[in-house]
């Protein structure tokens, strides 16, 4: 028995930016990564107690594996498609990956007090929907690193001091439908 019992299901879409309607027939070239549809930073928290014993099942409907990594805890990978884990079998972890269309469940309990980030492990996956506050260079002089790497890369842009808000004064328009 658990106290708290959550289930997440992994989902990518591919979607142009400035459009409403995903490309469904793409198999493996997604650029939306969602948790249970949702994109970040509209997923919801998964708000437990202290001391609450805490089930995590997370789902793979996507085309590629998750590396998914918790924050502030090791946990026990207590389910695999295999079914449940004996207690005597079960194995710690920081980092369970779930295979394309498998699940897994892993339990803690909730003994440290905050707000710990659920992510995925893959990097390209943090940068979007399925990231967390990633820190980037906004606000940093970036004139003398980007003179460095356009010795080996002289088409390299980096972006604003502002982020993408530097897009407008570039006459680049952002589509309506953009994240």
């Given at each position: ?7 997440i ?36 928290p ?14 793979n ?7 998914i ?23 710690p ?74 897009m ?12």
């Open positions: 028995p658990v106290d708290r019992d959550f289930l299901m992994l989902n990518a879409f591919d979607i142009d930016p400035g459009t409403y309607v995903p490309r469904i027939m793409t198999m493996t070239d997604f650029n939306l990564w969602t948790w249970n549809s949702r994109i970040f930073p509209d997923i919801d998964l708000v437990v107690n202290r001391g609450d014993k805490v089930r995590v099942r997370v789902g409907l996507t085309m590629t594996n998750h590396p990594h918790m924050h502030g805890y090791d946990f026990k990978v207590t389910c695999t498609d295999g079914g449940w884990v004996p207690e005597s079998a079960q194995w972890e920081v980092s369970i990956d779930i295979p394309v269309g498998a699940m897994r469940a892993y339990e803690f309990v909730a003994d440290h007090l905050g707000d710990w980030a659920i992510h995925c492990h893959k990097s390209h996956h943090t940068m979007n929907a399925m990231g967390h506050d990633v820190p980037t260079f906004i606000g940093v002089d970036k004139k003398p690193l980007t003179q460095k790497i356009r010795q080996f890369q002289p088409e390299y842009m980096p972006m604003g001091t502002a982020g993408m808000a530097d407008g004064t570039m006459e680049m328009p952002l589509p309506d439908n953009t994240i």
